[in-house]
């Protein structure tokens, strides 16, 4: 046996490669990118022993050196099989000679062989962190094999799957820094590890179930039910029994329940305080999805990724999943068991299992045992556990599928923290700290060359949430090693987290909220073009006049430094300012008494209360209604006025029913007219909704609400273009949470493109406020942070 943190010595040597020869190459190389925790050391070792290449490669600070000696066609070979055949997960940024300090403390070339050496760890590491990897095919097999050794073991993994993030504890990614490092690997593992051969070889979490980490069943109090396979089995039968089981996974607890079962899902959004935000759905396996959801061969290649994120899918008429799942929505969130724990639970169950996050609703997830037992005692009648410590907390990621690719809702397991690189006028400057915003909250850190954000951490509304949002900015920071210079915050002054970043005793750099939902996409794109047009549709958003922006047109110039407001919505008022966020109707109201002060009695899907007499009196007095460009709250209006909803219960329900109702019209419905004028106030651009809206109005009694719905979609994807038009810039930026609305999305892109114009949207991070950290960043490092 070995001690969790020590090498084998000599174990990793390869096969002998031929002796030096004085026609030998010597190269040495360092290799930046996600080279650790994905079996690049093992894979490189494989292909110099193949193509009999002497050397060593080993991990550093900043990702991986690499020394190979040998012909030179063998190394010109080795090294354009590095890139083409790299581990799946992997991703190579760089590949060149270190700087001429480094390189004179780097071990020589052996006269013989190839080995996996000791990591460097003299430097502050700067290296790419591997995301946490979905099971992989090779392990399925063996989980389900009566003969090999690991069948049933909850905690399988090899180089290329497994947790990764959620177990490092600090860079290079070896045993010792993960929370692996006080399981003892047994003879059988041990041998595994050092066999460059094997698939096992130097996998940092490996273990089995006589050295490794086993899970335990327990009631509330803690008391132990159970333990490893029994454990399993009867979580199982407590969940066919109608019971909600905590399972602790790779980065937090999930909540489970039967989806099959209306009582026990409906149950779980009692206790969770949850009343109708969607819960996601894990199925047993992809022919269990293609039962319940109508899937598109992109959409199966999502779930079945090494990501396994949440999939976002339409739910086909009559599937036996319970209506509360999401009530209303013609979507599912489905994902597959992306843990072994996970695949052996949803086989014994053997149906599809409501998985949603391990908290009260708005807090953040559970990651300790005891913790567990204390926040969600009142919820969970069982905690199925184990005694693998998770380092970093981290939510499952969740996607839409658009018609050219992916839309990033929520950018967590799977996807996080992979880091971008900076673009090149960007790097080489002191570490920054940005703190987004105040919903959807991530913080995003810069190194000398990248920028990594962290995983979803969620709204910072309650004081749980806000713990966990310095502890992830304390985690960044000593897994970095960074001492921040300056931090970026949001110009909102009433933020949690432009308060935070207020109390740092930096110096604060304030990014204008929708400028930074722009260079986020910018940043994803190299930077992109050196000026654009930037459309920038979201809920709400502080604008650089004090008012609520939210439907903005605004043109980044990049050599000039400069942001410029070149139009906008046409404004309204938001009668009762938050109130109408919670209320959609009062926004109806609002947009209706623009077009008359008469106009608002005269729909019938509002409500005509005392309570609807007083905001209509607030409006005539212009009292406590605030002045509003919002592209998200013109679809909660829509949404009351076409009848779907007056309440909302979560931030962005109202716009998802008018999205969902419009994919049962008719195909290719044309639009309304919507105007181009100038503003009286601002003197910018102004897209006119109000003849629209008045056509609604008209046509409510007599067009299908579906129809109606798709109208509002192409009459503001034609706007958009419209004003593009007007512009005159031929790149054109699309962010902002409005466009985590496919059909919107794909409408404005196709009425882009139609005129020539190209399309840059967001395709690695969110395009909510998810993302904005990032845009912050890059607006500090431009100097371009304020919108004119």
Known sequence: MITGGTPVPHAARATRSPPASSDDDDRLLEITGTVQGIGFRPFVARLAKELRIRGWVRNNPRGAALRIAGAPDRLDEFLLRLRAELPAAGKIDSLEQPPAGVRADLPPCPAAGFEIIASATTEPPTSAVTPDLAICADCLAELGSPRDRRHGYPFINCTHCGPRYTILRALPYDRPNTTMAEFVMCHDCAREYGDPRNRRHHAQPNACSVCGPHVTLEDPPGKKLAERDEAIAAAAASLLHGNIVAVKGIGGFHLLADGTNETAVAELRRRKHREEKPLA???????????????????????????????????????????????????????????????????????????????????????????????????????????????????????????????????????????????????????????????????????????????????????????????????????????????????????????????????????????????????????????????AWDGTGYGSDGTIWGGEFIVVDRRAHTARRVGHLRPFRLP????????????????????SPDASTALNTLPNTPEAQQVRALLDGGRHAPITTSAGRLFDGVAAMLGLRQQVTFEGQAAMDVEAIATDAEPNITGWPMPIGTSEQTGRLELDWRPALAALTRELAHTPVPTLAARFHATLAAGIAALAERVGIEDVVLSGGCFQNVRLLELTTAALQAKGFRVLRHRMLPPNDGGIAAGQALGALWGITSVE
């Open 576 to 595: 009762g300012g938050e109130a109408a966020i919670r209320a959609p109707w009062r926004t109806a109201l609002g947009l209706l008494h623009a077009l």
């Open 281 to 535: 759905v894990m199925f047993p396996s992809l022919a269990a999805v293609r039962e319940m959801a109508e899937l598109s061969e992109e959409e199966e290649r999502q779930l079945t990724s090494a990501a396994a994120p949440i999939v976002l899918v339409r739910r086909r008429p009559g599937a036996a999943l319970a209506v509360s799942i999401a009530p209303g929505n013609p979507c599912v969130g489905a994902f597959l068991p992306y843990t072994p724990l996970h695949k052996l639970l949803l086989d014994a169950c053997a149906r599809p299992l409501v998985a949603t996050s391990g908290n009260l609703a708005e807090e953040p997830l559970c990651t300790g045992n005891v913790e567990a037992r204390e926040r969600l005692g009142r919820i969970a009648d069982l905690f199925l556990t184990h005694n693998r410590a998770i380092a970093r907390p981290i939510d499952d990621s969740v996607i839409r599928v658009a018609r050219d690719g992916p839309v990033l809702l929520r950018r967590a397991r799977g996807f996080a923290p992979t880091p971008l690189p900076l673009p090149a006028d960007c790097r080489c400057r002191p570490p920054l700290l940005c703190v987004g915003g105040e919903l959807k909250s991530t913080i995003a850190v810069t190194t000398d060359t990248n920028l990594v954000l962290s995983p979803h951490i969620g709204d910072l509304e309650s004081p749980l949430a806000r713990a966990a949002f310095r502890h992830t900015i304390d985690l960044f920071r000593s897994l970095h090693e960074l001492t921040f210079r300056a931090v970026g915050c949001d110009a909102h002054p009433d933020y949690a987290s432009t308060i935070f970043a207020e109390s740092l005793g930096l110096p604060v750099v304030r990014v204008q909220h929708h400028l930074a939902h722009l260079l986020a996409c910018l940043l994803e794109h190299g930077g992109g073009p050196e000026r654009v047009l930037g459309v």
